[in-house]
């Protein structure tokens, strides 16, 4: 049979209440009862169950993450970031999707009930009001690149209009006039804030220019399809920026499948940096967001309003993207 607190009361002398504060780290017990007590528990091979422990302090000891997808290496790199943190903080990091669906986005919030000390938020489905009918009231929680303005909770984003803007900027500089953008979904910030960048600098710095929007979902093969399209036209455009890196590459492929060759017949730009995008052939030129540093930064703050409830204010941050130059938009 296993060992249990109990047991380990009885042979070290104390109560059941003095075993669960050498276990718990508490100051409440002198540290020779607690030496006594971590021997004890040691030598009986005791391992305290989480459960119990949970009833006891109230807290989990994991924090959870939703996110709208957890496919492709945008997301692996962010719950990189995300867990390395979690870990070097103590915690455990419990993962969840909404699939792209406001009803799934509310199940899995509900689902967390319990469950976590706190809540890591990343979805184009929810509102102000939907957090509060499906969180219980009090728990910590931090967005990321989620726009919920009257929230009154922290969150972290990137600078999706500036990176938009700088990519364009770069391939009119490269003396391109008729630039394709390929979008994201509709109904995503991310997505919108990009298209912002890439109409305002076109405004901006090409006046009169014609934009060329082709519908995106931020994965391949919408990239594939778009670039399937483009590949077809009469007269191509010079330059093609993506909404995000997997469009970018699922683009390429199209067109080198129709013989476009990329840079010399087409500049091709994405928007992320993952890293396969060093990889492909051409290398990628791409915006650079530093994805896991944004999934360490928001577990870190979320990890501070759980230890200090109450007395921390909402907090906003912006990460700066960068413009990474590759091979795909040609030599220089």
């Known amino acids: 049979m296993a060992t249990t607190i109990k047991d380990v009361a009885r042979a070290a002398g104390v109560s059941v209440a003095t075993v669960s504060r050498a276990l718990n780290g508490t100051e409440k017990i002198t540290p020779e009862t607690r030496q006594r007590v971590l021997a004890v528990a040691q030598e009986m091979r005791f391992t305290p169950s989480s459960a119990a422990r949970s009833l006891i302090t109230r807290r989990t000891h994991a924090v959870g993450a939703l996110l709208p997808d957890l496919y492709g290496e945008y997301f692996s790199e962010l719950i990189r970031g995300m867990d390395l943190k979690a870990r070097a903080r103590g915690l455990h990091l419990l993962v969840s999707s909404s699939h792209g669906d406001a009803t799934e986005a509310a199940a899995a919030l509900r689902a967390m009930h319990g469950r976590v000390d706190g809540l890591l938020v990343m979805s184009p489905h929810l509102n102000t009001a939907a957090l509060a009918d499906n969180l219980p009231p009090g728990l910590p929680v931090v967005l990321i690149s989620t726009r919920l303005p ?123 940096d993952i890293p396969i995008a060093r990889y ?44 990474v130059v590759r091979q795909s938009c040609g030599p220089g």
């Open 150 to 272: 009257d929230s009154g909770v922290s969150s972290f984003a990137v600078d999706n209009h500036a990176g938009a803007f700088a990519m364009t900027r770069h391939l009119i500089s490269r003396g391109h006039r008729r630039i394709a953008f390929i979008a994201g979904p509709e109904n995503n910030y991310e997505a919108q804030e990009r298209l912002r960048g890439y109409r305002s600098a076109l405004a901006e710095l090409l006046p009169g220019a014609r934009e060329l929007v082709f519908a995106g979902d931020f994965n391949e093969e919408s990239g594939w399809r778009a670039g399937s399209e483009i590949a077809t036209m009469g007269e191509r455009p010079q330059a093609v920026f993506a909404g995000n890196d997997m469009m970018a590459i699922g683009c390429l492929a199209a067109l080198a499948e129709a013989g476009v060759r990329v840079p010399q017949d087409v500049a091709l730009a994405g928007f992320d």
């Open 280 to 323: 492909v052939s051409p290398p990628l030129t791409t915006v650079r967001v530093r994805i896991a540093e944004l999934g360490s930064l928001a577990l870190d703050r979320l990890a501070s309003a759980i230890e200090n409830p109450g007395r921390s204010a909402a907090h906003h941050q912006t990460l700066r993207a960068e413009l």
